[in-house]
C-alpha cells in the first residue's frame, strides 16, 4: 500500500526558557492511497494530522526538534470501506533558518 499526497498546515511556537520552545502544529491534505485495503477504499482520501512536541535551539539559527504526532487517514465516506487509518508517531527534526 503506498500513499502520496499533499498537506498544508502551520506551526506555533512559545518560548518556555531561553534555548526551549513547546511547538505545536495542525495539517490537512489530500491523497491517494494505490490499494484497497480491509479498513479503506482505493482512491482519493484526506489526511489530519497533529503534532506536539519541544524546539531547543543548539546554535544562534538552528533548532533540534522532539515531539510525537497524531493522525487521520479517511475518504470521508465517499467509498466503502471507509474505517480509515489512525496514526501515532514520533518526529526528531533538526532546522536551521538561512
Do not use: C, W
Not at 18 to 31: A, E, M, P, T, Y
Amino acid at each position: 500500500m503506498n500513499l502520496y499526497g499533499v498537506e498544508f498546515g502551520f506551526v506555533v511556537k512559545k518560548k518556555l526558557i531561553s534555548k526551549l520552545d513547546i511547538q505545536g502544529g495542525i495539517s490537512l491534505g489530500f491523497n491517494y492511497i494505490d490499494t484497497r485495503t480491509e479498513r479503506l477504499a482505493k482512491g482519493f482520501t484526506f489526511t489530519e494530522n497533529f503534532s506536539l512536541g519541544f524546539s531547543y535551539n543548539v546554535f544562534k539559527k538552528s533548532f533540534i526538534y522532539l515531539g510525537t504526532n497524531f493522525g487521520h487517514v479517511s475518504n470521508l465516506d465517499f467509498q466503502k470501506p471507509n474505517d480509515g487509518y489512525n496514526i501515532l508517531g514520533i518526529d526528531i527534526g533538526y532546522s536551521f533558518e538561512i
